[in-house]
Nanobody, 111 residues
Framework: QVLLVESGGGLVQAGGSLRLSCAASGSTFSNVDVGWYRQAPGKQREFVARISIGGRTTYVDSVKGRFTISTDNPKSTLYLQMDSLKPEDTAVYYC?????WGQGTQVTVSS
């Protein structure tokens, strides 16, 4: 099983930016479905963004135009660039690669 480790979370004011990273040990993010989910307190985990095997990117409507999912050239790291952050973006963010999940990183946006 692939071990995924997220980083980059933190506390930011509304309107600010953060970039989340997800590193995979012993594997890459090529030729597999990868993406990000998030879970806010008291809510179910929800889809945020993904890159399909064919390279197509998909976003939940609430983050379109603000978040960008990408990988680096060797596809060893998955990123989520988050701009124009809102308090409602506060959640624990999880990356996934096929059926493997990271442990999550906390993002808190203050108003």
């Amino acid at each position: 099983q692939v071990l995924l480790v997220e980083s980059g979370g933190g506390l930011v004011q509304a309107g600010g930016s953060l970039r989340l990273s997800c590193a995979a040990s012993g594997s890459t993010f090529s030729n597999v479905d990868v993406g990000w989910y998030r879970q806010a307190p008291g809510k179910q985990r929800e889809f945020v963004a993904r890159i399909s095997i064919g390279g197509r990117t998909t976003y939940v409507d609430s983050v379109k135009g603000r978040f960008t999912i990408s990988t680096d050239n060797p596809k060893s790291t998955l990123y989520l660039q988050m701009d124009s952050l809102k308090p409602e973006d506060t959640a624990v963010y999880y990356c996934y690669r096929a059926f493997s999940w990271g442990q999550g990183t906390q993002v808190t946006v203050s108003s």
